[in-house]
């Protein structure tokens, strides 16, 4: 299979993978990240009424099927990373980082 077949069949695979995992539908979709000192093929993984995301790397995950790791203990571990990410992050308050009117303004005295 080459890249590109690779790329939109592991978008398929980890979303279909993850929800039969946790019953809660998925956005999974690849696109480009571009840093400042690289550029690299990801999906992005969300849940469908999530706000936060994770993008895993397919240049990576191709890599290791290049080198004759199965394709799906490379779906497992995907998954398994997206899961894990998603599930251990800092807590914190969305909502209060979007409202400018009531946090860290400063007033005249």
């Known amino acids: 299979m ?8 592991v978008v398929e695979d980890v979303r279909r993978e ?9 956005y999974v979709q690849a696109h480009t990240v571009e840093k400042t000192n690289e ?12 706000i936060i ?8 995950l191709y890599k ?3 080198d ?10 995907a ?6 990410s998603l599930n251990n992050h800092p807590d914190f308050d969305l ?5 400018y009117d009531s946090s860290g303004s400063i007033t005249e005295t």
């Open 64 to 66: 290791a099927y290049k």
């Open 39 to 50: 550029n690299y093929d990801a999906i992005t993984v969300k849940p469908e009424d999530g």
């Open 95 to 99: 909502n209060a980082i979007k409202d």
């Open 79 to 84: 998954v398994s990373m997206a899961d894990s």
């Open 18 to 26: 993850l929800e039969t995992r946790t019953g809660k539908p998925y």
């Open 53 to 60: 995301g994770v993008n895993l790397n397919v240049e990576e």
């Open 68 to 77: 004759r790791h199965s394709y799906d203990s490379i779906v497992d571990r």
């Open 2 to 9: 080459n890249y590109e077949e690779f790329k939109d069949k």
